[in-house]
């Protein structure tokens, strides 16, 4: 092993022999700032595109207004991304501060109510997503336009989604990583 804490692997790849936690720490941290940050950009391109939608067509004298609120699904894809990106607004300052201060999630109540929120969150996307894509379809036989710009929101929300649920993993180390077998019984719960 050399001097720099750095081993020869028997291929060309540099072994690391660091157990540095507080780097491990300071990773997780900034991949679930990202995410969050992510999550809230999407979330709000999801609503205002899905949000702001509407086409007008006009059958034998008669004019019919597309807009998302004539489809529940989006309604609830406008609602679920909106509260995702509210709530990963809030979080997102919380690791901030966190990053700043340079603590670590030590409180296992704080960190099961993170993770139950994600969870929450991630469900509630999950589903959301889910309901937008099989409901959408009904409407862009007949209104394209309309049709274009929900497709741009519902992948905006697919992005968001795929996010939540990586975040929602990441939560789980967290909080999981509290129970490992260096800890002691005496943590505080």
């Known amino acids: 092993m050399s001097y720099l ?3 020869v692997s028997p291929g060309t790849v540099p072994v690391y022999h660091s157990t540095n936690l507080k780097l491990l720490d300071k990773r997780i941290k ?3 700032l990202v995410l969050r940050f992510m999550i809230l950009g999407l979330g709000v391109v999801a609503v205002v595109l899905i949000g702001t939608d509407s086409q ?3 059958f034998f004298s008669f004019k019919k207004e597309a807009k998302f609120t004539d489809v529940k699904a989006l309604v609830f894809l406008v609602v679920a991304n ?5 709530y990963s607004l809030i979080q997102g300052l919380r690791c901030v501060v ?3 201060r340079g603590s670590v999630l030590f409180n296992k109540p704080l960190a099961w109510a993170i993770f139950s929120a994600d969870q929450i969150m991630a469900y509630v996307t999950v589903s959301a997503v889910a309901g937008a894509g099989q409901s ?6 007949m209104y394209e336009k309309f049709c274009n710009q929900v497709g741009e929101g519902v992948a905006s929300a697919v992005v968001a989604c795929i996010s939540m649920v990586l975040l929602s993993c990441i939560s789980s180390f967290t909080l999981f990583r509290l129970y490992g077998p260096n ?3 005496s943590a505080a719960w």
């Not at 909106?82 to 509210?86: D, E, I, S, V």
Request: aromatic share 0%; hydrophobic share 50%; proline share 0%.
């Open 98 to 100: 966190s990053l700043v």
């Open 5 to 7: 804490g750095v081993g």
């Open 183 to 185: 800890k002691t019984k």
């Open 136 to 141: 959408a379809v009904k409407v862009c036989n």
């Open 30 to 32: 900034i991949a679930e």
């Open 56 to 58: 007008v067509k006009v």
């Open 82 to 86: 909106g509260l995702a990106a509210g």
